[in-house]
């Protein structure tokens, strides 16, 4: 409300409007009218824990004509027109207030030695209602009165947002006390939130139990709520950071709990000069979407998924309302693993593996580019190895298989094609082995030992090789990998030669395979009937078996069967398998006979190695994988006879 102007008369003079919310330490300003008044600080004044500002307008001839904080007229002082007041204005805040936000006392003078003084009252709302303070009238008396106002003022605080270990603070956001209030702290504990950020709760302590917000402190630097909050009381307040913004120099959130239990949230405006803004709309269950979009805006901390693994497409930054988008293609598969790239305009900062937060992964702003390594290959791969190029030049390894953390890697591959050491890295984690279902050579149920994996280098995995008998008729051998939980099979073989038609592209617990017991100490190919693979996972359907089809070289899947077969529904299905290759080598052998018959001649030799079965060495080595083709090859063959 303007009140500035010219008084009319024999002698004119000039009425000034005072603005009482100046915070610098000295300066001009004008009112309304363009007169000019000047202001001044002075700290410890009128003694220590206070500051005093004194106004005073540069104009000859000038009254007071009213007293305004920020643009709010404070009505109650009596300066109005006729009040005469020539002099200058005086007004003192707490020495910590740095926002000027609780004006305590106003004096205004009429001359060097009159002097009135006015007090607020109620210091905790915005209202121009002062009374006049009848005893005091000269500013050496004013410091009993300001400790008495100060008491009332003990739960005016200003929050220090980088305070970033568990402790305590005082309430001018330092360690040492200011001396208007030297009892008053503020404790702080730290917490992770959601894997991502990290949560400080601040909360009164002693002599308190709610606080005032004045202000926020970070670094130094005083930012301020527009518009202001001191008004309401706050159990506590909780400052959210990003836990890769190392410095914590971006505060994503302010959440302030109420006396009531209302929850308020508070975000940093854009620009140099910060203010903590309002933000309406935030749902308590929705904080970690909150969180992730601000997130992406103040820190580039832009989110990809690794687990992609189909070919060169593009798609938008995962989180949620963020529309950066990513370029993704898969550029190589590897004998044993399969490599992935993501490309982006601003920043990779975040990782998630199906949706799951990854964390570890120090990947600094800027970083444009990231392989992902994936074992094995296919749709069941497994990302196991990061590598973020540039400046960084990084490498991450997975700590485990199913871990969501990262570790950095020392001996690191000297570029994103090193086959030979990523692979070694690889294998730290995940085991790639070859499984040698020839292997027979435990004896009785139950026992076990162990073979050395065939294509390991210096270090070899031990592949455990333990017999259960299953009924009189049947026996597994189960292979797994000697003090690993899972592993992947490089492939499947039979003494020397690898088995054919077998998917490999998962990660296994463990290969049994299943021979029929014609009650010797040998088994032979010709005595395998099914190889049975677990998968790793924890649900029922983690199983896969394979037979060969009527007894063919080729591997075939076993149709339905993906939950694991014992006890009756396993020797039902070996006696079924039994048979089938029972009947067909019989339909083989009168196929033969037939053919001898019609024929009056004997099968050559040649014919005779086109269709018999398999055998094995003396040596104990696999002659061939290949078995009898059956009686489609067999009609071929009298054909040609």
Known sequence: MT????????????????????????????DNCHNSISFSKVNDKPEKGYKRYTHTPVVRSHYIGGINYNGEKQGSIPVTVGGYYNKNLTVYYLGYDEGNLVPLVVGITKSGTSYEYYTKVDYFVTSGRWTKEKTITQERQLSTKLQEISRGLTTVIILKIDQ?????????????????????????????YEKVYKRFTHAPTGRISAMRLLSTKNAGNTIPFNPPVYESEYMEACIYYWNGDFWYSNPLLLELKSKSGTLSYYTLSDGVDKKWKSESGIQTDKIKDKLDQLNCEKNNAHVIEISKKNKTSSYQCLT??????IIFANIGNYEYYSQTIHSIDSSIRRFQDKGIEQTGINSPEGATQVYVYHCPKGPEGVPLLIYLPGSSNSWFQRR??????????????????????????IKDKLPIVIINV?????????????????????????INLKRENKDDCFVGFVHSVLNKDVFVAGYVKYGSSPLQGIDLS??????????????????????LLMIGFEKRGTGSK?????????????????????????????TDQLNQLKTELTEAKERLDAEKKKSRESNGSVLTPG????????????????????????????????TRL
């Open 320 to 325: 949620e309302g963020c529309n950066v988008s």
């Open 607 to 638: 014919a005779k190695a086109g269709i018999g079965i398999a055998s094995v060495g003396a040596g104990g080595g696999a002659i061939g994988v290949a078995v009898w083709k059956g009686p489609a090859l067999i009609a071929r063959l009298i």
């Open 3 to 30: 009140t500035c102007g010219r008084s009319t008369g024999w002698r004119s003079y000039i009425y000034v409007d005072v603005d009482i919310s100046k915070t610098s330490d000295n300066g001009n300003y004008t």
């Open 506 to 527: 998962f990660i296994l617990k463990s290969v049994t395979a299943y021979y029929y017991d014609k009650g010797g100490p040998d088994f032979k190919l010709d005595d």
């Open 400 to 425: 485990s298989l199913g871990s969501t953390e990262w570790t950095d890697v020392g001996n690191k591959p000297s570029n994103y094609k090193d086959d030979t050491n990523i692979l070694r890295l």
């Open 542 to 570: 983690n199983y896969v078996y394979y037979s060969r089809n009527g007894g063919g070289s080729r591997w075939i899947s076993i149709p339905g069967k993906t939950e694991k077969l014992d006890g009756r529904d396993l």
């Open 164 to 192: 970033v270990t568990n402790g305590n603070y005082r309430a001018n956001g330092t360690e040492k006390p200011p001396e208007a209030n030297k009892d008053t702290q503020i404790t702080v504990e730290g917490y992770a």
């Open 438 to 462: 020839g292997d027979t050579k435990v004896h009785g149920d139950g026992e076990s030992t162990y073979y050395e994996d065939p294509s390991g280098g210096k270090d070899k995995e031990k």
